[in-house]
């Protein structure tokens, strides 16, 4: 089990002089924190411009030094190296992970000319048969799981979302499992679970709510607005056909700042894209 990385995710100094920040550091840190927590490996790709340009070089676009037939035949050889090294190892990389804006290693986006544009580098454009993610992307799976817990079903069902997303090496946290009933509640007790729920709140990367019902709970629409508070990427899973209005799937005030997933697979699809 492994992962194709850019090799500028685990050696910096491959990059162009200037570009690097502790943002990017925090990031690809965890990148790596994920994967450890999954047993996957990084496994570095080769950089098509520390072989064509060597180090230290400065920042620039795919049309400003890139655009030769020299750098081609480069990323010919590369591919096919790339490429037979995943027919050794006898099955494919979970995903490719690049880093956008590069020339070569872009995956939404990429300095082809002088402005960003959309699309992947034209390295990695070359495996678009592989599942491709931007570091940024990837470094967010620490999850808070907001849902309605208080019947036999509804644990089942959060249970099973739960398991499914971490089957995709999502870290989730899930409130129902403090074991809490109405009967063992005390004011001791319910101050612990409503610390140990905000404590994993804040430590979130994101937080997939379930908006099933005829109205969200109270308890998923406060986190989901606290969350919303704290600048966190929410997405909202509504599998329920009912509408709250004509242009509302439940309440707008939930829906604005969410994306909304209408089955697990669309939750699963919206997870892998990155933030909208």
Not at 187 to 194: G, M, S, T, V
Not at 248 to 273: P, Q
Request: one cysteine or more.
């Amino acid at each position: 089990m492994y992962v194709l990385v850019s090799a500028c995710i685990l050696n910096e100094k491959l990059r162009a002089e200037g570009i690097t920040t502790d943002a990017d550091r925090a990031v690809w840190a965890a990148a790596a924190a994920r994967c450890r927590q999954f047993g996957i490996e990084m496994v570095p790709l080769p950089c098509p411009e520390t072989l064509y340009l060597g180090v230290p070089r400065s920042p620039g676009s795919f049309l400003d030094r890139l655009n030769t037939p020299e750098f081609a035949a480069v990323l010919d050889h590369l591919e096919e190296q790339v490429r037979t090294l995943i027919a050794e190892r006898g099955e494919p990389p979970i995903a490719i992970i690049g880093v956008n804006s590069s020339p070569t290693c872009g995956v939404t986006t990429t300095y082809y000319g002088d402005e960003k544009s959309a699309g992947p580098g034209v390295f990695l454009k070359r495996f678009a048969d592989f599942p491709l993610i931007d570091v940024r992307s990837f470094a967010q799976y620490r999850i808070y799981l907001a849902a309605p817990l208080f019947s036999e079903a509804q644990k089942i069902y959060n249970a099973g979302l739960a398991g499914l997303l971490a089957s995709q090496y999502y870290s989730v946290h899930l409130p129902q499992n403090f074991e809490d009933t109405a009967e063992s509640r005390s004011k001791n007790r319910e101050e612990l679970i409503y610390r140990w729920n905000l404590a994993a709140l804040k430590n979130s990367d994101i937080v997939v709510a379930v908006i099933d019902g005829s109205d969200a709970d109270s308890g998923t629409a406060w986190e989901m607005g606290y969350a919303t508070a704290l600048g966190k990427r929410v997405i909202a899973i509504r599998t329920d056909f009912r509408r709250y209005s004509e242009n509302e799937l439940v309440n707008l005030m939930l829906e604005t700042e969410a994306e909304i997933a209408g089955s697990s697979e669309e939750l699963l699809s919206l997870l892998t894209c990155g933030s909208a």
